[in-house]
């Protein structure tokens, strides 16, 4: 029993120490807003750009895909061309649903700055808009809406991006 207990004193004294030694701390407030966002290196920003995108798009492609299976079964469909575009759900779906296409390839490295810098200069011009979780103008950078800083403040300006607290 005083062994069980010495391995649990060790192990929450480790605990601890991993906590309170944290060299910057992200409050729960600003979790997923400007703040954070900015306390970030821009690699770090990148991944979550990647990530972001990684899962946006798998899911996507997923969804799309379950229309194949689950609407007009066994019914025959056109593949579509330059001038008309497909019949088959999942073609139709993915034309429906708004894509992300500004990234880049740069010697063989997924570049990502097209999403990530709009943000940046969004937070580091807007402060007011901290409050604005990241993972909301990531959707606003989707193709179909913003690309730009600017574009995002005026989404803001107009309303439809919402400062959480």
């Known amino acids: 029993m005083a ?21 910057e701390r992200v409050h ?6 400007g ?16 990530g972001y995108l ?12 379950a229309a194949d299976r689950l609407f007009e079964v066994g019914m025959p469909h056109r593949l ?5 575009p497909t019949e088959i759900p999942s073609g ?23 999403y990530a810098n709009p943000i940046t200069e969004f937070y580091s011009k807007h402060q007011e808009y901290w409050g604005v979780p990241f993972p909301f103008l990531m959707e606003f950078l989707s193709d179909k809406k913003c690309s730009t800083a600017e574009e995002l403040y ?12």
């Open 3 to 23: 062994t069980i207990r010495k391995y649990l004193v060790g192990i929450g004294t480790v605990a601890l120490l991993m906590i309170s030694c944290r060299s």
């Open 28 to 33: 729960t407030e600003q979790i997923e807003r």
């Open 35 to 50: 703040g954070e966002w900015l306390s970030w290196t821009p690699i770090e920003r990148n991944r979550y750009v990647y």
């Open 54 to 65: 990684d899962g946006y798009l798998a899911a996507r492609n997923r969804a799309c895909d």
């Open 80 to 84: 579509g061309d330059d001038q008309h």
């Open 92 to 114: 139709r779906c993915l034309a429906a649903v708004d894509g992300f296409s500004r990234y880049t390839y740069k010697d063989s490295t997924l570049n990502v700055s097209n």
């Open 154 to 165: 005026q989404m803001a300006l107009a309303g439809k991006l919402h400062v959480i607290r």
